[in-house]
């Protein structure tokens, strides 16, 4: 049992709190290319991709292990994404900053779908039972140079102006 949910039920609670993180993630790299802030859907995917991260800690495990790594990392760019966009209003280098950590927390959530693509597909996980075959090193070297590539022009094209904010 984890949080009163077996660990089947809490394992898709899990998984499809990464997907709709994942939709919406790319939702919001559509918009940051389009120079966008497409409000409702940087919401959800914030919310679900810190719940995301949050619920990977109650798997169990006996020590740190590279999926914690992860979730740390997505974690704090998590949390300088929020408060570039919500704290910072976006100004200055905080929109800049801003779609650097957006498409970071995205690529690290994609990146671990790759992941576990290769370890519970069985035709997938054919072609890379460890994980150290070069079938899973090409798909996420691949993955990780479209995502700097689609990051560099997310920042080159965010240039929206920052929220203006309420006199005080």
Same mark, same amino acid.
């Given at each position: 049992?984890?949080?009163?949910?077996?660990?089947?039920?809490? #394992?898709?609670?899990?998984?499809?709190?990464?997907?709709?993180?994942?939709?919406?993630?790319? /939702?919001?790299? $559509?918009? /940051?290319?389009?120079?966008?802030? /497409?409000?409702?859907? #940087?919401?959800?995917?914030?919310?679900?991709?810190?719940?995301?991260?949050?619920?990977?800690?109650?798997? +169990?495990?006996?020590?740190?292990?590279?999926?914690?790594?992860?979730?740390? *990392?997505?974690?704090?760019?998590?949390?300088?994404?929020?408060?570039? @966009? $919500?704290? %910072?209003?976006?100004?200055?280098?905080?929109? @800049?900053? $801003?779609?650097?950590?957006?498409?970071?927390?995205? $690529?690290?959530?994609?990146?671990?779908?790759?992941?576990?693509?290769?370890?519970?597909?069985?035709?997938?996980?054919? /072609?890379?039972? #460890?994980?150290?075959? +070069?079938?899973?090193?090409?798909?996420?070297?691949?993955?990780?140079? *479209? %995502?700097?590539?689609?990051?560099?022009?997310?920042?080159?094209?965010? @240039?929206?102006?920052?929220?203006?904010?309420?006199?005080?």
């Amino acid at each position: 049992m984890i949080l009163g949910m077996t660990t089947s039920a809490f #394992t898709l609670v899990h998984v499809l709190l990464s997907l709709v993180g994942i939709g919406s993630g790319f /939702l919001v790299l $559509y918009g /940051l290319l389009l120079g966008k802030r /497409l409000d409702g859907a #940087t919401a959800i995917f914030l919310v679900t991709t810190i719940l995301t991260s949050l619920t990977g800690f109650f798997f +169990p495990a006996e020590h740190l292990l590279p999926s914690h790594v992860i979730g740390i *990392i997505s974690l704090v760019a998590l949390a300088v994404a929020i408060l570039a @966009r $919500y704290a %910072f209003h976006l100004a200055r280098a905080w929109r @800049r900053i $801003y779609a650097i950590c957006a498409v970071l927390a995205l $690529y690290l959530n994609v990146f671990v779908l790759v992941v576990q693509t290769f370890l519970k597909v069985p035709a997938v996980h054919a /072609l890379a039972p #460890t994980q150290k075959e +070069p079938p899973f090193l090409i798909v996420q070297l691949v993955v990780m140079a *479209i %995502f700097v590539v689609l990051g560099i022009f997310a920042v080159k094209r965010f @240039r929206i102006e920052p929220v203006a904010t309420a006199p005080s």
